[in-house]
């Protein structure tokens, strides 16, 4: 039931806000409250995001192993029913 929650979130964030910040903001709070993500400190590693998404399981898998060739990595999954490309996949790398 919680990652119902964290969609409606984001969604919320998104609409309210309306900038290409809301869905960083957003992501970054769901990395840390899963543990997936610590905050940089100025002296720490930076890090870079992007959101991927498929109509099913396999091809959300298929996207994120194609990243991993560029470094990506794979940190959070969530299925939101409403949309149609339903599997969405979090991935992060550090900054080059």
Do not use: C, H
């Not at 002296?43 to 991993?68: C, F, P, R, V």
């Not at 959070?76 to 409403?82: H, I, K, L, P, R």
Request: negative net charge.
């Amino acid at each position: 039931m919680w990652i119902l929650d964290y969609t409606q979130d984001v969604t919320e964030r998104i609409e309210n806000r309306g900038d290409s910040d809301a869905l960083a903001d957003a992501l970054n709070n769901v990395l840390q409250d899963l543990g997936a993500f610590t905050p940089p400190t100025p002296t720490g590693d930076q890090w870079e995001y992007q959101m991927i998404s498929a109509a099913n399981a396999t091809d959300l898998l298929n996207q994120a192993n194609t990243q991993g060739t560029q470094g990506w990595e794979l940190a959070a999954v969530v299925v939101d029913t409403s949309r149609p490309d339903k599997y969405v996949g979090f991935l992060k790398r550090k900054k080059q």
